[in-house]
Protein backbone atom coordinates (compact mmCIF):
# COMPACT_ATOMS: atom_id res chain seq x y z
CA UNK A 1 0.00 0.00 0.00
CA UNK A 2 2.72 2.64 1.21
CA UNK A 3 4.58 2.09 -2.18
CA UNK A 4 1.62 2.41 -4.09
CA UNK A 5 0.85 5.55 -2.06
CA UNK A 6 4.24 7.05 -3.04
CA UNK A 7 3.66 6.41 -7.01
CA UNK A 8 0.42 7.68 -6.78
CA UNK A 9 1.28 10.89 -5.21
CA UNK A 10 4.15 11.58 -7.65
CA UNK A 11 1.87 11.14 -10.08
CA UNK A 12 -1.21 13.29 -9.01
CA UNK A 13 1.40 16.35 -8.07
CA UNK A 14 3.01 16.25 -11.53
CA UNK A 15 -0.32 15.83 -13.39
CA UNK A 16 -1.94 18.44 -11.99
CA UNK A 17 0.61 21.19 -11.80
CA UNK A 18 0.28 20.74 -15.22
CA UNK A 19 -2.66 21.54 -16.13
CA UNK A 20 -3.30 24.14 -13.50
CA UNK A 21 -3.73 27.01 -15.50
CA UNK A 22 -6.41 25.83 -17.39
CA UNK A 23 -8.04 24.45 -13.94
CA UNK A 24 -7.79 27.97 -12.33
CA UNK A 25 -9.66 30.57 -13.84
CA UNK A 26 -10.37 33.32 -11.23
CA UNK A 27 -9.29 31.29 -8.45
CA UNK A 28 -6.90 31.86 -5.14
CA UNK A 29 -3.45 32.73 -6.29
CA UNK A 30 -0.23 32.60 -3.97
CA UNK A 31 2.97 35.10 -4.32
CA UNK A 32 6.63 33.38 -4.60
CA UNK A 33 7.34 32.42 -0.83
CA UNK A 34 10.01 34.46 0.81
CA UNK A 35 12.31 34.15 3.85
CA UNK A 36 12.17 35.97 6.95
CA UNK A 37 13.75 35.94 10.20
CA UNK A 38 13.67 32.48 11.91
CA UNK A 39 13.17 31.75 15.38
CA UNK A 40 14.78 29.80 17.76
CA UNK A 41 15.47 26.45 18.15
CA UNK A 42 14.64 23.79 15.37
CA UNK A 43 11.42 21.87 15.85
CA UNK A 44 8.18 19.69 14.81
CA UNK A 45 4.85 19.35 16.29
CA UNK A 46 4.93 22.88 17.57
CA UNK A 47 2.61 25.61 17.19
CA UNK A 48 1.90 28.65 16.45
CA UNK A 49 -0.98 31.31 16.97
CA UNK A 50 -1.48 34.64 15.94
CA UNK A 51 -3.01 37.81 18.31
CA UNK A 52 -3.23 40.75 16.21
CA UNK A 53 0.01 41.38 14.22
CA UNK A 54 2.08 39.22 16.98
CA UNK A 55 2.64 35.75 16.39
CA UNK A 56 3.72 33.11 18.95
CA UNK A 57 5.52 30.30 18.79
CA UNK A 58 5.04 27.67 21.34
CA UNK A 59 7.16 23.89 22.46
CA UNK A 60 7.69 21.29 20.12
CA UNK A 61 10.10 18.40 19.62
CA UNK A 62 13.58 18.02 18.60
CA UNK A 63 14.66 14.40 18.43
CA UNK A 64 18.48 13.15 17.38
CA UNK A 65 19.87 9.52 16.93
CA UNK A 66 20.29 9.24 20.83
CA UNK A 67 17.68 11.63 22.48
CA UNK A 68 14.83 14.16 22.15
CA UNK A 69 14.19 17.43 23.57
CA UNK A 70 10.62 18.32 24.33
CA UNK A 71 10.06 22.38 24.74
CA UNK A 72 7.51 24.66 26.41
CA UNK A 73 9.42 27.75 25.59
CA UNK A 74 7.17 30.88 24.03
CA UNK A 75 8.28 32.99 21.54
CA UNK A 76 7.23 35.63 20.20
CA UNK A 77 7.44 38.70 17.49
CA UNK A 78 5.76 40.82 15.48
CA UNK A 79 4.68 41.27 12.01
CA UNK A 80 5.39 43.95 9.61
CA UNK A 81 3.43 45.58 7.14
CA UNK A 82 5.37 43.66 4.55
CA UNK A 83 4.62 40.77 6.26
CA UNK A 84 8.26 40.04 7.22
CA UNK A 85 9.82 39.91 10.66
CA UNK A 86 12.56 42.25 11.73
CA UNK A 87 15.87 40.88 12.36
CA UNK A 88 16.26 40.36 16.24
CA UNK A 89 12.71 40.44 16.83
CA UNK A 90 12.28 36.72 18.34
CA UNK A 91 11.76 37.34 22.17
CA UNK A 92 10.98 34.51 24.77
CA UNK A 93 8.14 34.90 27.14
CA UNK A 94 6.33 32.68 29.63
CA UNK A 95 6.62 29.10 29.14
CA UNK A 96 4.08 26.90 29.86
CA UNK A 97 3.76 24.31 31.92
CA UNK A 98 5.72 21.24 31.21
CA UNK A 99 7.76 20.77 28.12
CA UNK A 100 5.97 18.86 25.34
CA UNK A 101 4.92 18.39 21.54
CA UNK A 102 2.17 17.77 19.90
CA UNK A 103 -0.13 19.71 21.88
CA UNK A 104 -3.34 21.99 20.91
CA UNK A 105 -3.40 25.66 20.74
CA UNK A 106 -5.94 28.47 20.42
CA UNK A 107 -6.58 31.80 20.79
CA UNK A 108 -9.69 33.28 22.25
CA UNK A 109 -9.86 36.99 23.07
CA UNK A 110 -6.68 37.96 25.61
CA UNK A 111 -6.01 34.02 26.33
CA UNK A 112 -3.71 31.34 24.67
CA UNK A 113 -5.05 28.33 25.76
CA UNK A 114 -2.47 24.90 25.63
CA UNK A 115 -4.30 21.64 25.72
CA UNK A 116 -3.11 17.68 25.89
CA UNK A 117 -0.37 16.75 23.74
CA UNK A 118 2.97 14.11 24.81
CA UNK A 119 5.80 14.92 27.55
CA UNK A 120 8.19 13.12 29.55
CA UNK A 121 5.18 11.76 31.74
CA UNK A 122 3.34 10.72 28.58
CA UNK A 123 0.15 11.72 26.51
CA UNK A 124 -1.46 14.59 29.03
CA UNK A 125 -5.14 15.89 29.36
CA UNK A 126 -4.40 18.97 31.05
CA UNK A 127 -5.61 22.59 29.77
CA UNK A 128 -3.77 25.45 30.59
CA UNK A 129 -4.11 29.00 29.92
CA UNK A 130 -2.30 32.42 29.94
CA UNK A 131 -3.34 36.19 29.62
CA UNK A 132 -1.72 38.22 26.82
CA UNK A 133 -0.36 41.71 28.01
CA UNK A 134 -0.62 45.08 26.87
CA UNK A 135 3.22 44.78 25.66
CA UNK A 136 2.44 41.48 24.31
CA UNK A 137 4.17 38.95 26.38
CA UNK A 138 2.25 36.87 28.31
CA UNK A 139 1.53 36.39 32.20
CA UNK A 140 1.51 33.39 34.56
CA UNK A 141 -0.04 30.21 33.32
CA UNK A 142 -3.06 28.81 35.26
CA UNK A 143 -3.97 24.76 34.78
CA UNK A 144 -7.42 24.64 34.75
CA UNK A 145 -9.00 22.24 37.24
CA UNK A 146 -11.08 20.61 34.46
CA UNK A 147 -9.15 17.99 32.23
CA UNK A 148 -9.80 16.37 28.93
CA UNK A 149 -11.58 13.33 29.26
CA UNK A 150 -9.11 11.57 27.13
CA UNK A 151 -5.43 12.44 27.58
CA UNK A 152 -4.79 12.80 23.61
CA UNK A 153 -1.43 14.56 21.23
CA UNK A 154 -1.23 15.69 18.01
CA UNK A 155 -5.10 17.00 18.62
CA UNK A 156 -6.53 20.02 16.85
CA UNK A 157 -7.70 22.60 19.28
CA UNK A 158 -9.95 25.41 17.85
CA UNK A 159 -12.77 27.79 18.93
CA UNK A 160 -15.93 27.41 18.29
CA UNK A 161 -18.46 30.31 18.79
CA UNK A 162 -22.49 29.46 18.58
CA UNK A 163 -25.09 31.18 17.47
CA UNK A 164 -26.48 32.08 21.35
CA UNK A 165 -23.09 33.66 21.72
CA UNK A 166 -20.98 31.32 24.04
CA UNK A 167 -17.69 29.96 23.22
CA UNK A 168 -16.30 26.38 23.32
CA UNK A 169 -12.46 25.54 23.41
CA UNK A 170 -12.60 22.20 20.94
CA UNK A 171 -10.49 19.13 21.34
CA UNK A 172 -10.50 17.34 17.84
CA UNK A 173 -8.83 13.56 17.45
CA UNK A 174 -5.58 12.73 18.17
CA UNK A 175 -3.60 9.58 19.86
CA UNK A 176 -3.12 8.34 22.67
CA UNK A 177 -3.23 5.00 25.14
CA UNK A 178 -5.50 2.76 25.97
CA UNK A 179 -3.72 0.30 28.10
CA UNK A 180 -1.14 -0.66 26.57
CA UNK A 181 -3.00 0.20 23.01
CA UNK A 182 -2.02 3.43 20.74
CA UNK A 183 -5.63 4.28 20.07
CA UNK A 184 -6.16 7.20 16.96
CA UNK A 185 -9.40 8.68 18.21
CA UNK A 186 -12.63 9.42 16.40
CA UNK A 187 -13.96 11.98 19.87
CA UNK A 188 -14.41 15.41 19.55
CA UNK A 189 -14.67 17.03 23.24
CA UNK A 190 -15.55 20.56 24.17
CA UNK A 191 -15.70 22.97 27.23
CA UNK A 192 -17.01 26.25 27.53
CA UNK A 193 -14.61 29.66 27.70
CA UNK A 194 -16.00 31.50 30.85
CA UNK A 195 -15.73 35.42 30.60
CA UNK A 196 -12.96 35.25 32.93
CA UNK A 197 -11.20 32.93 30.72
CA UNK A 198 -11.23 29.84 32.82
CA UNK A 199 -12.86 26.43 31.17
CA UNK A 200 -15.69 24.72 32.58
CA UNK A 201 -16.24 20.99 32.27
CA UNK A 202 -14.78 18.46 29.33
CA UNK A 203 -17.58 17.01 27.82
CA UNK A 204 -17.52 14.12 25.12
CA UNK A 205 -20.09 14.87 22.04
CA UNK A 206 -22.07 12.42 20.98
CA UNK A 207 -21.11 12.41 16.68
CA UNK A 208 -17.69 10.75 16.06
CA UNK A 209 -15.45 11.40 12.74
CA UNK A 210 -15.72 8.46 10.44
CA UNK A 211 -12.24 7.13 11.14
CA UNK A 212 -9.83 7.65 14.30
CA UNK A 213 -6.91 9.88 13.57
CA UNK A 214 -4.17 12.49 14.71
CA UNK A 215 -2.20 14.92 13.04
CA UNK A 216 -5.10 15.87 10.59
CA UNK A 217 -5.50 19.33 9.47
CA UNK A 218 -8.64 21.37 10.65
CA UNK A 219 -10.43 24.59 10.00
CA UNK A 220 -13.68 26.23 11.01
CA UNK A 221 -15.78 28.33 8.30
CA UNK A 222 -19.21 30.04 9.14
CA UNK A 223 -19.92 27.54 11.52
CA UNK A 224 -18.74 24.29 9.85
CA UNK A 225 -15.78 22.55 11.33
CA UNK A 226 -13.42 20.86 8.99
CA UNK A 227 -11.39 18.11 9.13
CA UNK A 228 -9.15 16.48 6.60
CA UNK A 229 -6.64 13.95 6.36
CA UNK A 230 -4.57 12.53 9.37
CA UNK A 231 -2.59 9.26 9.98
CA UNK A 232 -5.04 6.58 11.69
CA UNK A 233 -5.36 2.95 12.07
CA UNK A 234 -8.22 1.63 9.91
CA UNK A 235 -7.27 -1.83 8.09
CA UNK A 236 -7.55 -0.55 4.91
CA UNK A 237 -5.54 2.63 4.88
CA UNK A 238 -3.60 4.42 7.59
CA UNK A 239 -2.85 7.63 6.21
CA UNK A 240 -6.00 9.61 5.02
CA UNK A 241 -7.00 11.98 2.37
CA UNK A 242 -10.56 12.06 2.68
CA UNK A 243 -12.33 15.66 3.97
CA UNK A 244 -15.09 15.54 6.59
CA UNK A 245 -17.51 18.63 7.36
CA UNK A 246 -20.28 19.04 10.28
CA UNK A 247 -22.13 21.94 11.45
CA UNK A 248 -21.33 23.20 14.79
CA UNK A 249 -24.78 22.84 17.21
CA UNK A 250 -25.60 25.36 19.97
CA UNK A 251 -24.57 23.26 22.47
CA UNK A 252 -20.60 23.10 21.24
CA UNK A 253 -20.02 20.07 19.90
CA UNK A 254 -20.64 19.10 15.56
CA UNK A 255 -23.73 17.59 14.59
CA UNK A 256 -23.42 14.58 12.36
CA UNK A 257 -20.18 14.06 10.11
CA UNK A 258 -20.82 14.68 6.03
CA UNK A 259 -17.60 13.24 3.99
CA UNK A 260 -16.80 16.00 1.10
CA UNK A 261 -17.04 14.63 -2.19
CA UNK A 262 -13.59 16.34 -3.04
CA UNK A 263 -10.60 14.21 -1.46
CA UNK A 264 -7.17 15.56 -0.90
CA UNK A 265 -4.46 15.16 -3.74
CA UNK A 266 -2.69 12.41 -1.93
CA UNK A 267 -3.10 11.13 1.80
CA UNK A 268 -1.48 13.01 4.63
CA UNK A 269 -1.02 13.74 7.86
CA UNK A 270 1.35 16.64 9.85
CA UNK A 271 0.14 19.16 7.70
CA UNK A 272 -1.72 22.48 8.33
CA UNK A 273 -5.24 23.71 7.08
CA UNK A 274 -6.34 27.22 6.95
CA UNK A 275 -9.56 28.93 5.36
CA UNK A 276 -8.91 32.36 3.59
CA UNK A 277 -11.21 35.20 2.32
CA UNK A 278 -8.03 36.58 0.14
CA UNK A 279 -9.97 35.98 -2.99
CA UNK A 280 -13.18 36.96 -2.48
CA UNK A 281 -14.95 33.86 -1.46
CA UNK A 282 -13.86 31.44 1.44
CA UNK A 283 -10.85 28.35 0.48
CA UNK A 284 -9.74 25.52 2.36
CA UNK A 285 -6.15 26.02 1.83
CA UNK A 286 -3.73 22.73 3.03
CA UNK A 287 -0.33 23.07 3.05
CA UNK A 288 2.69 20.00 3.35
CA UNK A 289 2.54 17.19 5.08
CA UNK A 290 3.66 13.66 5.14
CA UNK A 291 2.32 11.00 3.09
CA UNK A 292 4.19 8.10 4.74
CA UNK A 293 7.21 6.22 3.20
CA UNK A 294 8.91 9.28 3.57
CA UNK A 295 7.04 11.56 1.16
CA UNK A 296 7.31 15.04 2.70
CA UNK A 297 5.45 17.65 0.69
CA UNK A 298 6.09 21.45 0.05
CA UNK A 299 2.95 22.30 -1.84
CA UNK A 300 -0.18 24.43 -1.53
CA UNK A 301 -3.45 22.69 -2.25
CA UNK A 302 -6.34 24.64 -2.26
CA UNK A 303 -10.35 24.42 -2.70
CA UNK A 304 -13.46 26.70 -2.67
CA UNK A 305 -15.79 26.02 -0.43
CA UNK A 306 -19.65 26.15 -1.84
CA UNK A 307 -22.57 27.23 0.31
CA UNK A 308 -23.35 24.16 1.25
CA UNK A 309 -20.39 23.46 2.95
CA UNK A 310 -18.86 20.83 0.05
CA UNK A 311 -15.65 22.52 -1.62
CA UNK A 312 -14.46 22.03 -5.45
CA UNK A 313 -11.90 20.25 -6.31
CA UNK A 314 -8.67 20.56 -4.74
CA UNK A 315 -6.03 22.16 -6.85
CA UNK A 316 -2.41 22.42 -6.47
CA UNK A 317 -0.46 26.19 -6.76
CA UNK A 318 2.54 26.32 -8.79
CA UNK A 319 4.70 28.14 -6.17
CA UNK A 320 5.73 25.84 -3.84
CA UNK A 321 7.80 26.62 -0.13
CA UNK A 322 10.78 25.88 0.50
CA UNK A 323 11.90 21.95 2.07
CA UNK A 324 9.28 19.22 2.03
CA UNK A 325 8.18 19.01 5.18
CA UNK A 326 6.06 17.56 7.79
CA UNK A 327 4.59 18.96 11.32
CA UNK A 328 5.23 22.78 10.33
CA UNK A 329 2.59 25.45 12.07
CA UNK A 330 0.55 28.08 9.96
CA UNK A 331 -0.51 31.17 11.04
CA UNK A 332 -2.47 33.44 8.67
CA UNK A 333 -1.94 37.28 8.72
CA UNK A 334 -4.07 39.33 6.46
CA UNK A 335 -3.39 38.11 3.20
CA UNK A 336 0.22 36.84 4.19
CA UNK A 337 0.27 32.70 4.90
CA UNK A 338 3.03 31.54 6.94
CA UNK A 339 4.99 28.55 7.03
CA UNK A 340 7.11 27.71 10.56
CA UNK A 341 9.64 24.93 11.41
CA UNK A 342 8.62 21.32 11.02
CA UNK A 343 10.17 17.92 10.32
CA UNK A 344 11.69 17.41 7.16
CA UNK A 345 13.42 14.52 5.37
CA UNK A 346 17.31 14.01 6.01
CA UNK A 347 19.95 17.07 6.04
CA UNK A 348 19.43 17.66 9.90
CA UNK A 349 15.77 16.72 10.30
CA UNK A 350 14.06 19.60 12.04
CA UNK A 351 13.51 23.43 10.97
CA UNK A 352 13.34 27.09 12.39
CA UNK A 353 12.91 28.83 9.02
CA UNK A 354 10.02 30.89 8.26
CA UNK A 355 8.74 31.45 4.97
CA UNK A 356 5.69 33.47 3.65
CA UNK A 357 3.40 34.21 0.64
CA UNK A 358 0.74 36.80 -0.14
CA UNK A 359 -2.64 35.41 -1.27
CA UNK A 360 -4.83 36.97 -3.63
CA UNK A 361 -6.85 35.98 -6.80
CA UNK A 362 -6.66 36.34 -10.43
Same mark, same amino acid.
Given at each position: ??????????????????????????????????????????????????????????????????????????????????????????????????? /? !???? @? *? &?? =???? #? %?? +? $???????????????????????????????????????????????????????????????????????????????????????????????? /? !???? @? *? &?? =???? #? %?? +? $????????????????????????????????????????????????????????????????????????????????????????????????????? @??????????? +?????????????????????
Amino acid at each position: MRNAVRVYCATVVMSLLATLAAARGDQLTFSTWKATTPFEGPRTSHAATLVNNRIYILGGLYASANNFTLYNDVQTALLGNDGAIAEGAWEKTTPFVEP /R !SGMG @V *A &VH =KEFI #Y %VV +G $GFSNKGTRADAQYARVMPDGMLGSWTTSPNQLAIPRSNLALQIFSTMSGTSYLAAIAGVGEIGKDTVHFDTIETAEINPDGSLGQWKLCPFHLKGG /R !SAPG @V *A &VN =KGVL #Y %VA +G $GWGDLLIEDVFSDVQYAPIRDDGCPDAWHTNAARLNMPLYGHTMTVTLAAGRPSLVVLGGNAGQGNYFNNVQFAPLAPDSETGRFVFDTHQFAVPRWGQAT @VQYNNFLYVLG +GSQRGNGDYLNDVQFTVMGNQ
